[in-house]
């Protein structure tokens, strides 16, 4: 189905792997990439692609650095801004080309994640924040975002001692933020989630039923 409906429009697909930091999107996005890469070799498609934000731009990557640094001290309102420009750049720059020339692309993150960070966990205006990253950050908007859920708790003593500045806001706040991606699977019809327990495997597994599922 996925590859009938590539040949029809011509267009990749935008898929996006999101959750609470330690909840294992890297890895399950990178085994998504291996997948897809076998499928469009094997239907003489173009490679897939791989992002992460923010980050993967000249503009991304030193936004990385501001926002997760410790540095200096941002506010979820200014959280909100540079990461939605970030993801701006991010969408003109690298997705809509690849995109356009068929390639799917896998990112790390999206709105689900400044949701739950900066609106949910920041106590900003959820429907404000959603209003600002719509029209600034959006185009094109994502197929399908999988939320990997795992208990805040477990997801901790995965991530271990060393922390960015955001994780460095302790367990209390990445429970608000688990809260917060919870929210964004209910208002947004383009992000489901998935049970991120268990082997790697088994939550591959799992992403893959639901890329499938969404072809």
């Known amino acids: 189905m996925e590859a009938a409906r590539q040949e029809e429009t011509g267009r990749g697909r935008f898929l996006v792997l999101d959750g609470i930091d330690g909840c294992g999107k890297s890895t399950q996005a990178r085994m998504l990439i291996e997948h897809l890469e076998k499928s469009a070799v094997a239907e003489a498609r173009p490679a897939p692609l791989h992002l992460r934000e923010p980050g993967s731009t000249a503009l991304g990557e030193r936004l990385r650095e501001i926002l997760l640094a410790g540095e200096a001290e941002i506010g979820p309102g200014s959280e909100v801004l540079l990461f939605a420009s970030a993801r701006r750049q991010l969408l003109a720059e690298l997705v809509s080309p690849a995109l356009a020339e ?114």
């Open 102 to 215: 068929g390639r799917d692309v896998v990112c790390e993150r999206f709105h689900p994640a400044t949701l739950a960070y900066q609106a949910h966990a920041g106590e900003l205006d959820f429907e404000d924040v959603l209003a600002l990253l719509t029209r600034w950050a959006s185009d094109p908007i994502p197929d399908l975002c999988v939320v990997l859920e795992v208990d805040p708790d477990r997801a901790a003593d995965r991530r271990g001692d060393e922390h960015d500045r955001i994780e460095a806001r302790g367990l209390a706040y990445q429970r608000l933020v688990a809260d917060g991606f919870r929210r964004s699977v209910e208002r947004l019809s383009w992000v489901k989630s998935v049970d991120g327990e268990g082997s790697v495997e088994e939550v591959a597994a799992r992403v893959l039923l639901e890329v499938e599922r969404d072809s």
